[in-house]
T-cell receptor, first 111, second 109 residues
Framework: NAGVTQTPKFQVLKTGQSMTLQCAQD?????MSWYRQDPGMGLRLIHY???????DQGEVPNGYNVSRSTTEDFPLRLLSAAPSQTSVYFC??????????FGPGTRLTVL | GNSVTQMEGPVTLSEEAFLTINCTYT??????LFWYVQYPGEGLQLLLK?????DKGSNKGFEATYRKETTSFHLEKGSVQVSDSAVYFC????????FGTGTSLTVIP
């Protein structure tokens, strides 16, 4: 198993550009989540999904969209990037009552 | 609501020193408790967990005991190594995970 994979590893955007951060898992996990990690703030939940076709907002959803058309994939979309979205983004997955597994992260800089 | 408070870092220790990283939480009901570790440039990995009161999680020489009466889950290791240098996150789970701010540990030879 590859576990949780994320692409790209690094990305630089200009303010106003859009992009999609990809996340995939091959463990057949129902739950998938997106977090952002900022200095001194730990991990904050952006969006999550409890299964294909179902998504919900986390703690800091503004400026981000998600969709879950398959069990394996959970892309995160930035429609109009802002400098405040400069962060490290982690995707994670788990079964309902199980341990959460994290991807390696995407480091995003918005100029 | 649910929240977690972690000891602030950074923490710098000499090799073979004793480590304690404090973690206390507030939660409705009885959450499962986790410690995750993040090595430089990598994602978070599960270090250990405990799912009910008085359970002790352990892994790689690290231990933490679920203390319901003090709502704490302090992380300890008797003798740290340089390879333990990382950021440690306490994370109660009650439905969703709630992550602490992380404690950066640097172990010097």
């Amino acid at each position: 198993n590859a576990g949780v994979t994320q692409t790209p590893k690094f990305q630089v955007l200009k303010t106003g550009q859009s992009m999609t951060l990809q996340c995939a898992q091959d463990m057949n996990h129902e739950y998938m989540s997106w977090y952002r990690q900022d200095p001194g703030m730990g991990l904050r939940l952006i969006h999550y999904s409890v299964g294909a076709g179902i998504t919900d907002q986390g703690e800091v959803p503004n400026g981000y969209n998600v969709s879950r058309s398959t069990t394996e994939d959970f892309p995160l979309r930035l429609l109009s990037a802002a400098p405040s979205q400069t962060s490290v983004y982690f995707c994670a997955s788990k079964r309902e009552t199980d341990t959460q597994y994290f991807g390696p992260g995407t480091r995003l800089t918005v100029l | 609501g649910n929240s977690v408070t972690q000891m602030e870092g950074p923490v710098t220790l000499s090799e073979e020193a004793f480590l304690t990283i404090n973690c206390t939480y507030t939660a409705t009901g009885y959450p499962s408790l986790f410690w995750y570790v993040q090595y430089p440039g990598e994602g978070l990995q599960l270090l250990l967990k405990a799912t009910k009161a008085d359970d002790k999680g352990s892994n790689k020489g690290f231990e933490a005991t679920y203390r319901k009466e003090t709502t704490s889950f302090h992380l300890e290791k008797g003798s740290v190594q340089v390879s333990d240098s990382a950021v440690y996150f306490c994370a109660p789970k009650r439905g969703q995970f709630y992550f602490g701010t992380g404690t950066s540990l640097t172990v010097i030879p």
